[in-house]
T-cell receptor, first 115, second 115 residues
Framework: AQSVAQPEDQVNVAEGNPLTVKCTYS??????LFWYVQYPNRGLQFLLK??????LVKGSYGFEAEFNKSQTSFHLKKPSALVSDSALYFC?????????????FGSGTRLQVQP | DAGVIQSPRHEVTEMGQEVTLRCKPI?????LFWYRQTMMRGLELLIY????????DSGMPEDRFSAKMPNASFSTLKIQPSEPRDSAVYFC?????????????FGEGSWLTVV
């Protein structure tokens, strides 16, 4: 079975500081990993994905994520946070060895960027 | 291009009533997903379709829930009879065909309140 853990319910960071939102995963094969963002009363918006290749993936709005196979992690990062980055962030995984197309999501991490 | 379109955006209904949620996937997409989001359980996959055929409905809570996809551009999720514990945000999502890792795109959600 595939699963995702986001160990922090909330992350607080000051504007201009770097941010990290943590994600660890569990799959039997090599994972496909995703980050989505949800603003209040909106749907989920795709940020970035890791399939294979370079462990550092760049995505929308200046976000990036680093895949670490030995630690089974896929942490989301941004060098300099903006107040407008405040939102709910979801990590998701898909195990291609299962043939299953759907994503399994983590519980979400609320990012609060203070001015 | 239009994204995934869901209706209604908000619905308040009384316990015991039938609820029908509607979804129009992105044109050309052949995978369609229904997810439910609650505070307690996070994002859960209910069912997904490929080429209008249900592939995995293991997440459908019980017989009160049913989903159909009569054609490539329309899907419904029906709850009959509705109960207060069905109150949640229901998301429809779609992804493009092919064997690649195609991103799943979400609609804005249907906010359901059962009183």
């Amino acid at each position: 079975a595939q699963s995702v853990a986001q160990p922090e319910d909330q992350v607080n960071v000051a504007e201009g500081n770097p941010l990290t939102v943590k994600c660890t995963y569990s799959v039997s094969g090599n994972p496909y990993l995703f980050w989505y963002v949800q603003y209040p009363n909106r749907g989920l918006q795709f940020l970035l994905k890791y399939i294979t290749g370079d462990n550092l993936v760049k995505g929308s709005y200046g976000f990036e994520a680093e895949f670490n196979k030995s630690q089974t992690s896929f942490h989301l990062k941004k060098p300099s946070a903006l107040v407008s980055d405040s939102a709910l962030y979801f990590c998701a995984v898909r195990d291609p060895s299962t043939g299953r197309r759907a994503l399994t999501f983590g519980s979400g991490t609320r990012l609060q960027v203070q001015p | 291009d239009a994204g995934v379109i869901q209706s209604p955006r908000h619905e308040v209904t009384e316990m015991g009533q039938e609820v029908t949620l509607r979804c129009k996937p992105i044109s050309g997409h052949d995978y369609l997903f229904w997810y439910r989001q609650t505070m307690m359980r996070g994002l859960e996959l209910l069912i997904y379709f490929n080429n209008n055929v249900p592939i995995d409905d293991s997440g459908m809570p019980e017989d009160r829930f049913s989903a159909k996809m009569p054609n490539a551009s329309f899907s419904t999720l029906k709850i009959q009879p509705s109960e207060p514990r069905d109150s949640a945000v229901y998301f429809c999502a779609s992804s493009a065909p092919g064997t690649g890792v195609n991103t799943i795109y979400f609609g804005e959600g249907s906010w359901l309140t059962v009183v």
